[in-house]
């Protein structure tokens, strides 16, 4: 089995071992720094010599795998191994930012539970089983950054099943195996979780914490994104930036931007209901034009809801017409849907709204697409309507 050096320092990102198997890309070596990825947090990377490592994973004789395309290396040679360092450390302060920021967000709300975690370089989020208020957020973010100014110790201790201290430690014991052993992560005296990952050694060291995003997860609850270190000062700032842009847009003093754009939000929301009822109005009184037989459906619709529009659509295709409708705001929406096999909307749509500077694209039975100059709406519609008829009249 494989000497596990991350397991006891960390901050070991250079070091020689053994080269003891080489199957092709794998390579298994008699101890390792590089960190395999468990508990949510990707594996490490780096060079073993000259050789690039791009994956490290657990085998099934639970030795460490380092996965080196188009490696050289050889049973038997000693090797001098690095670990991408910057990589590796940003990874530490992201799990032990992970721990902090559940830690802190479970004192704003009783009975959180932790889903799922991932720390990469590219992301770290927690997801959690209930939402979250902003007011809850930032009172977790306090709590945070207080604890890392105040320069706590992280500490790994192992403990016993039976340890009646385990009651305070967060942990899935169904995720442990019997003989495996429990390795807790404690921040100073207001965290303990069961980890056997890779953290710094002092709450300093992440120098910042940020939450930058909420988002819903499907059923699993809500993704919680945040950052640390240099990365969370940058968010910070750009986040204050886009804050006061948005201030400035609105026109409102700073504390009343978030009621501002509550308001906004519902104004809009009746807007569009308002509108979805006057389309269907519009689309239940439209009058049709039967053109050797078949009907066919042709009007300019203000601002149409497009939903709306798309299931009427639906209904006069189903029963063999046509329905040629143009959506007038910013640009031209226009769209074309058939029933009859005679009239190709793809052609249609395409060869009318290149004459007006636009373009479209779809299927036979359905296109759809746009024309720039809003003036425009009744010629377009009125050279649809000819297409269509020189179709159907073909």
Known sequence: MTD?????????????????SVNGDEVILDCT???????????????????????????????????CPGNDLRVGEIVWCQVDWDRRY??????????????SLQRQCEGLGIVKIFISPETKYVIVNQDLSW???RAAED???????????????????????????RIKLDRIGEDEE?????????????????????TSELEMLVVDRKIKAGKDGYEIHFKV??????????????????IDVIGCKNEDAAKAVHNMKQENELKSRLLKDATKQIVKNLKSNVVNGTEVYAAIIPGGDRNVL?????????????????????????????????VDCKKILGDVLSQFGGRGGGKPDFSQGGVPDVSKAEEVLKALGDAISAALNA
């Open 135 to 137: 007011e809850q957020i």
């Open 229 to 246: 270190g240099e990365a969370a000062k940058k968010a910070a700032i750009g986040l204050s930036n886009i804050a006061l842009e948005v």
């Open 90 to 103: 940003d990874l530490m302060q992201g799990h032990t930012g992970e721990h902090l920021l559940f830690g």
């Open 4 to 20: 596990e050096i991350f397991r006891h320092d960390g901050y070991i990102f250079d070091f020689e071992a053994h080269v003891i």
């Open 182 to 202: 429990i390795t807790v992560v404690a921040i100073g005296d207001i965290d303990y979780s069961a980890c056997s990952g890779v953290h710094v050694l002092e």
């Open 310 to 342: 798309n299931d009427a659509m639906e209904s006069i295709r189903s029963k063999g017409g046509v329905a040629a409708f143009v959506s007038v705001s910013e640009t031209l929406s226009v769209m074309l849907a058939s029933g009859s096999k005679v």
């Open 143 to 169: 709590f945070a950054n207080k604890a890392i100014r105040d320069n706590l110790s992280i500490t790994h201790s192992i403990m016993d099943r039976d340890d009646p201290d385990l009651e305070k430690v």
């Open 33 to 67: 720094a590089f960190y395999p990825g468990g508990g949510g947090q990707v594996c490490d990377t780096g060079m073993i010599r000259n050789c690039k490592v791009t994956e490290v994973f657990y085998n099934k004789d639970n030795d460490i795998v380092h996965k």
